[in-house]
């Protein structure tokens, strides 16, 4: 009798630790497939940053003439490209700047970040727009990838 009594409760142990290794599995699971998920919105979201919407003009008049849009969450963000030299040389990439209040701020927080694109130094910063899709503060390279 003690046998079965003995059996019974090692088969108990067994499952209970059987069940909790099949939950610790599915948690693994549940987590990578959430990095995942995170990982193609975050390749998304890179090239969302670093596309260039043909047939809208992004000339500096324009960027300077346009409407001052609030993003998804309320704040000002903004966008602005990073050429080589001047306007008309090579894109660099983007950095992005936000504020709560004043698009100039938002312009002027981006711009921190301009060495990051640029550095030797040779960055110039233009076509700044707010941007309808918040985005964090930072840089990105011409793909879109942060730098």
Known sequence: MKFWKGAAALLAVGAVAFGGSLAGTNYVLDSREEAQLGAQQELLDAQERSQIVPGVDDSVEAAANASEVRDNIGT???????????????????????????????VHTAEGFLSRVAPEGNGHLSHCRTWEKYSSIGAYDASGRAV
């Open 76 to 106: 000002y963000t903004v966008r602005c490209q990073v050429h080589e030299g001047n306007v008309d040389g090579e894109l660099l990439g983007f950095v992005f700047g936000n504020h709560h209040e004043d698009v100039e701020t938002a």
